[in-house]
């Protein structure tokens, strides 16, 4: 491969051998770090990603397949200060990076420049945050990152929400602001795939994830860390060209840019070249908006996919209230009477009552395949709010609820004689409603199943917790009164008459809503 000097057009480059201007010893000092830096950086550093990488079935590919190719980081410490292990991190890679420069230094004395070096290094700091920012941006472009509020949350005080969960409710109702978001973070990321527009991707790139890192310390948002690493390359790749842009803009000299590219002198590294980036494009622009499109569709990985009963849906209030036969008067200080109940577009009833429940503070996102795993209608809630998801037998007008607030405990390692035993089959729900109910992998539109998704509802299942349960017979005619009685999760015998609310809000109703409910 030979070099050449990269001028105004294609027709004048020509390859030539060029001796390079010898850089400045501390030049080489900060580039052999930064080198050692980023490289490990944008490495996977988890078996886990790996495991899932060569476990893709890529004839049924799944959003989150792609995603989380997409989406690494360092994450070698761990603690309850995860933000503060994340940064930490990045320390400990920089302390690495400098006792790798040393002794990089010893054994290359000689060198005077690292001009293809420092072309390499761009390139690999150009497509690893290309990607990644192009996976984080789809999740916005069509919007299921923040979620349009459900009608729990809408009639949750505002005081009882957690500065995090008031972040993301704000950009939830404003989804083309959402879009607008994502549309600029994949704009940087296929801008970084090109060379000629590095640097205004870059420039794109540090100033969107900026902006996301501000908000994240401002409102505790949770993803401080990763919003900070692709700000961080986006720096890196800006710093490049800063001598360049000061001397045009502030100085106002003719600057004509002349930066190293490499000759490919066979044609195999052409077509290898052209056709490497041709792979990574076709992957994560146009097989991952589709597949993102499914998921914004028909499976919005925060939101629950199955959808609720149509007769029940809707905010209610509370009429009557009994337990095991004793009528419980209205009063919100009551640590058993139910307030005010809802039941969402999907398979969630939630309710209010006067006990504190466990504060769930994720922001409600992850990878899980069960809508009783989705949680981010209770993450950042408090205030006695309580969500369960339910499994409608629809012939005999059951509903099988399941709290999907589970508090996190550590779970200590099994003796070895308890590993050996056979899980037990939990048959609370009887055969004949399993029946009724029907598989839930089953019940999803027939485009978004996938594999992942057929293996990780099983998996999903045999690692379930115990969960507050409750088994609760409904009636209704027209959904403006409903009747719910059976047992509670403390088998008491419940029985109430709810009313629906026909509440006029302030907000009008969202126009670009994940689902199909």
Request: net charge positive; hydrophobic share 40%.
């Amino acid at each position: 491969m030979q070099t050449n000097t990269d001028i105004s057009t294609p027709e004048q480059r020509k390859p030539v051998l060029a001796t390079e201007k010898a850089w400045k010893p501390y030049q080489i000092f900060l580039f052999r770090v930064a080198f050692i830096f980023f490289i490990i950086m944008s490495i996977p550093g988890s078996a886990s990603w790996y495991k899932g990488f060569f476990g893709i079935d890529w004839t049924s590919v799944h959003y989150r397949d792609l995603y989380d190719i997409a989406r690494f980081q360092p994450a070698f410490l761990r603690g309850a200060g995860r933000i503060l292990y994340g940064y930490g991190e990045w320390l400990v890679i920089l302390g690495v990076s400098i006792i790798g420069s040393v002794i990089w230094y010893l054994f290359d004395k000689q060198r005077k420049e690292y001009t293809k070096l420092n072309y390499w290094l761009r390139v690999i700091v150009r497509y690893r945050a290309g990607i990644g920012i192009i996976g984080f941006g789809f999740t916005k472009l069509l919007p299921v990152q923040m979620p349009y509020p459900s009608v729990g949350l809408l009639n949750t005080d505002f005081s009882d929400l957690t500065l995090q969960k008031i972040y993301w409710l704000s950009i939830g109702i404003v989804p083309w602001y959402q879009v607008f978001a994502g549309v600029v973070e994949v704009a940087a990321g296929m801008m970084l795939f090109f060379r000629k527009t590095t640097l205004l991707g870059a420039i794109l790139l540090f100033g969107a994830l900026g902006d996301i890192v501000y908000v994240n310390f401002a409102y505790d948002g949770g993803v401080h860390v990763y919003s900070s690493y692709f700000a961080l390359y986006g720096a890196f790749l800006i710093i490049h060209d800063i001598p360049k842009l000061y001397n045009l803009l502030i100085l106002e000299r003719l600057t004509i840019p002349r930066n190293y590219y490499p000759y490919f002198a066979q044609p195999w590294q052409k077509y290898l070249r052209i056709g490497l980036k041709t792979l990574v494009i076709a992957v994560f622009l146009g097989l991952l908006f589709y597949v993102q499109t499914l998921n914004f569709l028909y499976d919005p990985y925060k939101q629950p996919a199955m959808s609720g009963l149509k007769e029940l849906r809707g905010l209610y209030h509370v009429a009557e209230f009994r337990i095991n036969d004793r009528l419980i008067p209205e009063s919100p200080n009551d640590s058993l009477r139910w307030q005010q109940v809802t039941f969402e577009k999907w398979s969630t009833l939630t309710y209010n009552v006067n006990k504190p429940v466990k504060l769930d503070l994720s922001n409600g996102g992850g990878s899980p395949m069960r809508d009783i795993n989705r949680t981010f209608e209770l993450t950042g809630v408090a205030g006695g709010r309580r969500v369960f998801y339910y499994e409608a037998d629809t012939e005999n007008k059951v509903l099988y609820l399941q709290d999907k607030n589970v508090p996190r405990v550590r779970q200590e390692p099994a003796a070895a004689s308890e590993a050996k035993k056979p899980k037990q089959v939990d048959n609370w729900i009887p055969k004949e409603a399993l029946a009724n109910i029907g598989d839930e992998n089953l019940k999803i539109e027939p485009l978004a199943l996938t594999s992942r998704r057929t293996r990780g509802i099983p998996a999903e299942k045999a690692k379930d917790p115990k969960r507050n349960r409750m088994i609760l017979r409904y009636s209704t005619t027209d959904g403006a009164k409903v009747i719910l009685e059976g047992a509670d999760e403390n088998k008491n015998k419940i029985h109430m008459v709810l009313n629906r609310i026909d509440r006029k809000y302030a907000l009008s109703e969202g126009k670009l809503e994940a689902g199909k409910y």
